[in-house]
């Protein structure tokens, strides 16, 4: 039997990431689009930069769209049929697994075995996806779950309808056969161990990142003016999509209660909310616009659709305070892209807000539900704005997507080294004394 040769960390060549219920091509900030999709777009770039081919598959939502679109140089989007291509709700995909895995295997079937080294799934619905591919293709199951239905169920909104059991299952099946789980903070690994039987020794912390060249501090007078807001505006910015989870509501609530301390505040309080209604939002999307008048907001609410990066980044840099009010965050990327433009942040004492914001020296954390609470925070942050500012951008500037890419490469390179490590050690198990090579149908590496 020949000398075994050692098996050293491979990168991975090519990586199929699958997304089964958004696109990284949508606009973050309306429907199922929001920061997982801004995740996927900015790893799978940075992979790319480091010689990574990417296919992301998500499922086709349109029968305008091509089935394969290049997002950017090395990073490709293949848009799978599965079901009808509009009005289906995320409740609805779990019937149409098994046609979008049937596409997805059936592009791999048309290349090499090996074509793809390692499957990284994002949420469970892809976890289901890419559990029966890694079984096909050999190669590990990355996942990340992004969020977690007794997590989410545990925090759930007045009026929020709590996540199904199938999606608990679900959740459980892929977390039981996941070669790497990816959690966004420590937070989060434990609540997947604690709650979900996780082994410690296969959940990873990967931070997500900001992109620190698009988000960064500049003029805020300028960003004012091109947005049509008064110099002498105290602005409240609330980003994401408008539903119950999110808690818009919490922020209007605070700042009826700040004009009720202070109505000299009034000619100069500005509320913008930028997103559109999402999820169970969608069932009363005008609620958010009804609450503001019936707390006698609505000249002070300012309602804008999901923006483009860049105009964002003028969103972010012309408020006094961001405002992050959730009842769950997995992480809050919103929360950083403000810190990364130099705006302080007012935050829900939750899950990864309390590691988006340092409390005290980027924004404020703030525990409970209770709007006085939040506009008191609110002061303080206005109170001390010049300090946490800088703070804010001190504390963004640990996080980029050059180091969340950098460890999810290991991530790979470990997974692929280890189940490499695995089947030649079940090949040399099968080894027939006497024999020159292992018995028929298995493979080692030598």
């Not at 007078?221 to 807001?229: F, Q, S, T």
């Not at 907001?297 to 840099?317: I, N, T």
Request: aromatic share 4%.
């Amino acid at each position: 039997m020949p000398a075994r040769r050692l098996l050293h960390p491979r990168t991975p060549r090519r990586v199929a990431t699958v997304s089964v219920h958004t696109s990284p091509l949508d606009q973050p900030g309306a429907g199922d689009a929001g920061g997982m999709n801004v995740y996927i777009v900015e790893v799978s770039r940075r992979l790319a930069a480091r010689g990574i081919a990417v296919d992301v598959f998500t499922r086709a939502t349109s029968s305008d769209l091509p089935p394969v679109v290049e997002m950017s140089p090395g990073v490709t989007v293949r848009h799978v049929s599965a079901g009808p291509f509009e009005g289906l709700g995320k409740e609805e995909l779990p019937a149409q697994l098994c046609a979008f895995t049937a596409g997805v295997l059936r592009e791999e079937a048309q290349h090499e075995p090996g074509h793809y080294d390692v499957v990284h799934s994002h949420y469970w619905l892809s976890g289901q996806v890419g559990w029966l591919a890694r079984d096909r293709w050999s190669v590990p199951l990355i996942h990340t779950a992004h969020t977690l239905a007794k997590v989410k169920n545990a925090a759930l909104a007045a009026g929020d309808r709590p996540e199904p059991r199938a999606r608990v299952i679900g959740e459980e099946q892929v977390v039981a056969e996941a070669d790497r789980l990816v959690a966004n903070t420590e937070e989060e690994a434990r609540q997947l161990v604690e709650h979900y039987g996780a082994d410690p020794r296969r959940t990873l912390v990967v931070p997500p990142g900001v992109d620190l060249d698009r988000f960064r501090p500049g003029d805020r007078a300028a960003a004012r003016r091109v947005l049509g807001v008064p110099a002498d505006a105290v602005v409240l910015t609330f980003v994401g999509r408008i539903q119950p989870l999110k808690a818009p509501d919490l922020l209007l609530e605070a700042a009826a209660r700040m004009l009720a301390d202070d109505p000299g505040l009034r000619d100069r309080l500005q509320v913008h909310v930028v997103g559109a209604p999402s999820g169970s939002g969608l069932e009363a999307p005008r609620r958010l616009e009804e609450l503001a008048a019936r707390l006698g907001l609505a000249d002070r609410v300012r309602f804008l659709p999901p923006q483009a990066p860049d105009r964002l980044a003028l969103h972010y840099r012309a408020a006094d305070v961001a405002v992050v009010p959730s009842h769950n965050e997995s992480f809050g990327l919103v929360a950083l892209e403000a810190q990364a433009c130099g705006t302080p942040v007012v935050a829900a004492a939750v899950g990864g807000l309390l590691t988006a914001v340092r409390d005290g020296v980027s924004g404020v954390l703030v525990d409970g539900r209770d709007p006085a609470a939040y506009a008191a925070a609110i002061r303080s942050v206005l109170a001390r704005r010049p300090l946490l500012a800088a703070g804010a951008r001190r504390h963004a500037s640990d996080f980029s997507w050059e180091r969340t890419a950098d460890a999810l490469v290991a991530a790979y390179a470990s997974a692929v080294t280890e189940m490499a490590a695995a089947a030649a050690a079940a090949a040399r198990r099968q080894w027939v004394p006497g024999t020159l090579w292992p018995v028929p149908g298995t493979q080692v590496a030598w």
